[in-house]
């Protein structure tokens, strides 16, 4: 087992949550500190629960979490952390906008580690993360609240620069992130994107 992989795999399991992917969250947090006290947080492909159990932390009791991910999550909230709601739904439904704007009327932060189930092809996984991502900023563009925040997980490749400048209008300000916990040969980054300016 690599010794990266090892070190965080095991810290999450000290930390209690489910996955590594949780300081791939942490890092950007606590450097651009987007995640703020009373919040509402989108957590898209939540599944197993890592970003929404810390995000949750983060913006404490009186902010809510809600978790979407086609697979059924269900994992309880801290004492003294925020509600998180589980909605088990696939991100390109139909009903999944209504169903959110039903119960909420927007959210301050989008946050989504989405990726697609990996074939070996580098291309072909290049293309399926950004037809992900780009559903996230269409869900970003319908959900976010003016100046909220969007900090999405997508793989590098050879549309990655496009799909950066794609996203330059609907922000003030566009970040590109690696964090120190992705592994070193991952193509993935995420992308932060800040001061989100409602078309």
């Not at 269900?74 to 139909?94: G, L, N, T």
């Not at 959210?107 to 189930?117: K, R, Y």
């Not at 620069?161 to 070193?184: G, H, N, T, Y």
């Amino acid at each position: 087992m690599r010794k990266e992989q090892d070190f965080y795999f095991h810290k999450a399991k000290k930390d209690n949550y489910p996955a590594r992917s949780i300081y791939k969250l942490e890092e950007a947090q606590k450097k651009h500190k987007f995640l703020k006290r009373k919040q509402r947080v989108l957590d898209l492909g939540c599944h197993p629960g890592s970003w929404s159990l810390y995000a949750a932390k983060i913006i404490g009791e009186s902010g809510i979490v809600v978790g979407v991910d086609i697979q059924p999550t269900d994992i309880p909230a801290q004492k003294d952390h925020a509600e998180i709601r589980w909605f088990c739904h696939d991100v390109y439904a139909d009903e999944l906008v209504a169903a959110l704007r039903k119960e909420w009327p927007g959210f301050h932060v989008l946050i989504s580690d989405m990726a697609p189930a990996t074939t070996g092809s580098r291309f072909a996984d290049h293309q399926q993360s950004l037809r992900l991502v780009r559903r996230a900023v269409e869900l970003a563009g319908l959900l976010l609240h003016e100046n909220g925040t969007f900090y999405c997980k997508v793989f590098q490749g050879e549309d990655f620069p496009a799909f950066v400048q794609e996203c330059k209008p609907l922000f003030a300000d566009i970040k590109v992130i690696k964090p120190q916990s992705s592994r070193v040969e991952s193509r993935e980054v995420f992308v932060l994107g800040t001061g989100f300016k409602r078309q």
